[in-house]
């Protein structure tokens, strides 16, 4: 397996674990961080953490080697596969978190963008570089990219398959936060913020800015009224609202 999932604290950590090929994604790796995502999904962990093995890379990107001489359907197959995969951390019931500790390049950076927060190390190294093989993003990137820092900076990353700091990386909003020391440690420090709340809260809130960006204003305001309703109707809602009037911490339940 080059794709290890591990329980860290109160969350689970997958590992890219293929550090000789700086994680390359191949395609056996990619339905691997299927299984692992899945698995990690029914735990009662309350977020996915995805890091790389070694001390160079989170993700070098799509296995290049693997990608040559294959008949156009196993590519395109192959591209379905990559958004499938990296997609259902869209819907997962947990948030996830990417921790960027080097280079995430092309396919590394596509997952990195479907988590819901990115941390980065002060040595990370982000990019599409895609286009200097000849190639476009085939995993979601020309669709994720735009939508987190505009695009007109996605549309010069992606045609000029340039490499972007850590420093440059915050100050566009690509990744949250660029993180001192130990990026693991630092990494659930951030994730609690948001995990200590309420996470049938949180997936609802998740899903509703999520959905805000392929539909209208009008349909957008209907779905957050229907999302901020089902909240309304949670257990931890009515405990939410009962602490604040009793002047003490909620006790959340997942309810
Ligand atoms: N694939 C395969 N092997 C890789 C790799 C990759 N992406 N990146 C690195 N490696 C391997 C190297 O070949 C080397 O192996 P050996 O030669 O030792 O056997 C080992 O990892 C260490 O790499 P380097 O020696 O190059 O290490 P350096 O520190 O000197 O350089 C680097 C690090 C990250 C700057 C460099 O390795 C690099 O530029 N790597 C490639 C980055 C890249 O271009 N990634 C791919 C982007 S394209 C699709 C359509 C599109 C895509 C996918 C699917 N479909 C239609 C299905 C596109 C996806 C992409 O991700």
Redesign the pocket.
């Known amino acids: 397996m080059a794709v290890d999932l591990t329980s860290y604290e109160e969350f689970a950590l997958i590992t890219l674990n293929r550090p000789?090929?700086?994680n390359?994604?191949s395609f056996r790796i990619i339905g691997e961080i299927g299984d692992a995502i899945d698995a990690a999904t029914v735990t009662d962990a309350r977020a996915i953490l995805f890091t790389g093995a070694g001390d160079?890379?989170f993700c070098?990107?799509?296995?290049?080697?693997?990608?040559r001489n294959?008949p156009l359907t196993?590519?395109?197959?192959?591209?379905e596969?990559?958004q499938a995969v990296f997609s259902k951390l869209d819907t997962a019931p947990i948030p996830s978190v990417a921790l960027i500790n080097g280079?995430a390049?092309?396919?590394?950076l596509?997952l990195a963008l479907a988590c819901t927060f990115r941390l980065a190390s002060p040595n990370a190294?982000v990019g599409?570089?895609?286009i200097?093989?000849g190639?476009?993003?085939?995993?979601g990137g020309t669709q994720r990219l735009p939508r987190l820092i505009g695009e007109a900076r996605a549309l010069e990353m992606i045609m000029t398959g340039r490499t972007v700091d850590a420093e440059e990386a915050e100050r566009v909003g690509l990744v949250h936060g660029v993180v001192d020391g130990d990026l693991l440690e630092e990494g659930v420090t951030f994730t609690r913020r948001v995990t200590r709340f309420s996470l049938p809260a949180l997936q609802f809130a998740r899903d509703a800015v999520r959905r805000a960006t392929g539909i209208s204003l009008t349909e957008g305001l209907k779905v957050e009224a229907d999302l901020s309703t089902l909240a309304y109707r949670t257990a931890d809602a009515e405990e939410g609202m009962a602490a604040f009037e009793e002047k003490r911490k909620p006790d959340f339940k997942d309810a």
């Open positions: 000789e090929a700086l390359a994604l160079k890379a070098a990107g799509a296995d290049i080697k693997e990608l294959r196993d590519q395109r197959q192959g591209s596969l990559g280079y390049f092309g396919g590394g596509e190294k599409l570089p895609e200097k093989l190639l476009i993003p085939g995993y």
